[in-house]
């Protein structure tokens, strides 16, 4: 099966080398596809952080004295509405998953290069219609959109959001029906289920949880327009609708959907513990088996945002032992990743950097969600800033963790480039001081009583709002700075050659950058992943690009 090479033997051109841009707005390389989404989601994660720093400098003081009351709603709502939606949900699939999942299972492409393509239109329309709702007057419902406030009381452009929303979840469903399809179908011959890398094992698992989730916050999110717009009573008590009806259909995706963000970061970190650590994952089946545990038992417990609504004990009881249950397969995961350090030859690099962070920083975010899961003591921190907190830990701590995590692992392979390693170490530091900072007071605020959503606040809890806006400014800084030096290495970084970190996976065999049909020769694979005897050494860190180029063809 190895005669797929003839016809592009140059090694001159690769997938950046042709610039005209309907070359990249019609495109249907999924390598391209990847940068589109880096581009387009940095650009939302911008918007989403600016409106985050808006929110933290309200809480400055005890006062509501920056903003109007409604402006600091349309704020917070405008943060969770581009962060959810628009950033952490797509981030990882969609840009390192499209970039690097052919790569991985030795494909040209994924299985509908097209529908790709399309996938990435209907997201960057959705975030704009969810932008020019904002510009527009704004929406003030919060990210979860709750009715009846949302689909009767609310004024300014909530329908225009949910249109963007609701456009966006195509985006996601196509997305996951693409990788499902191209894991099952177009894996290198060779390369059998139990072979493959656990990042790939994690994307697939995340798919499944999209393709079964989405339809149904989306059908949700449409519902809460059709009673906005023509006042037909589903939601709204008044015109005899059942809002907790909402809350349990909006949580059994919302709540899959916290995995969404969290296994494909999951799945950076195997591959990145497993390559610094040069050892395969101890007891990789279990790894690759918890995702999709994850992924089942995910779906099982959305009653644990519903403690307080009155709904029966006895649901909250099973509810509540579900809820445990998913600790199981996360804490198998962290188990196995320590146990691989524990053995291996680690190298701090950069990636490895962020990977440790993840492991650290997921673990208080989990462990809190356990707290949270114990329906009395939900009861107290229920809609507190202990919630803030323990979400934060997971999505912020654990999923952009990640995806800045593989940012820097893939780089060299997405661009062919190194970026200076010092700046990346001090950039992961920055990032990890300033994240404890901003969201751990909000622990300790939250089980003093301070609820979420309110912009004003008592004089004795502002040492901790003071102590989160000065983490949250420093945090900043450690997003931007990657930022910078990424850019500039793209331009003056050293050349990375084809497998600059020794690492394993079929990804590291082609050329940095790939060629356009990613392989010479469909590669046919004879061994598991994660074997390192015969795959070159990491190269040595190196932070002075003026030195002399390495001599590469
Ligand atoms: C693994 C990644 C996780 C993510 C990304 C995540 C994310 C979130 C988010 C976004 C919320 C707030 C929703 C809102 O806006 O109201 C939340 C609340 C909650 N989480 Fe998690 N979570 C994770 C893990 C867990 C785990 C492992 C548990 C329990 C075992 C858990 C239990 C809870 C509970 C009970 C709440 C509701 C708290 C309340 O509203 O009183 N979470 N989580
Ligand atoms: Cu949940």
Redesign the pocket.
Known sequence: MSAASNGHGHSKGNYLSEHPIASWLLTTDHKRIGILYLISISVFFGIGALFAALVRMELITPQGDLMSADNYNRAFTLHGVMMIFFFLIPSIPAVLGNFCLPLMIGAKDVAFPRLNLLSWYMFVIGGSLAVVATVRGGIDTGW?FYPPYSSTYAHGQVSLALVGVFINGFSSIFTGINFLVTIHKMRAPGLTWFRLPLFVWAQYATSFIIVFGTPVVAITLALVLVERILRVGIFDPALGGDPILFQHLFWFYSHPA??I??LPAMGVISEIISTFSRKRIFGYEFVAFSSMAIAIVGFLVWG??L?TTGQSIYAGMVFSIL??L??VP?AVKTFNWLTTMYKGQVVLRAPMLYGLGFIGLFTI??LT??F??SMGV?IH???TYF?VA??HY??VG??IMGYLGGIHYWWPKMFGRMYPETWAKIAALIVFVGFNLTFFPQFIVGNLGMPRRYWAYPEEWQVWHLLSTAGASILGVGYFLPSVYLVWSIFKGKPAGNNPWGASGLEWTTESPPITHNFHETPIVTKEAYTYDDVPDMIEEDDQPERKEPAHV
Request: zero cysteines.
């Open positions: 979860t916290v995995y963000m969290i644990h945002h403690f809820s445990f998913v600790a996360s975010g989990g969600g356990l949270l899961s939900d921190l229920q809609e919630v323990h979400f997971v999505m654990g999923a």
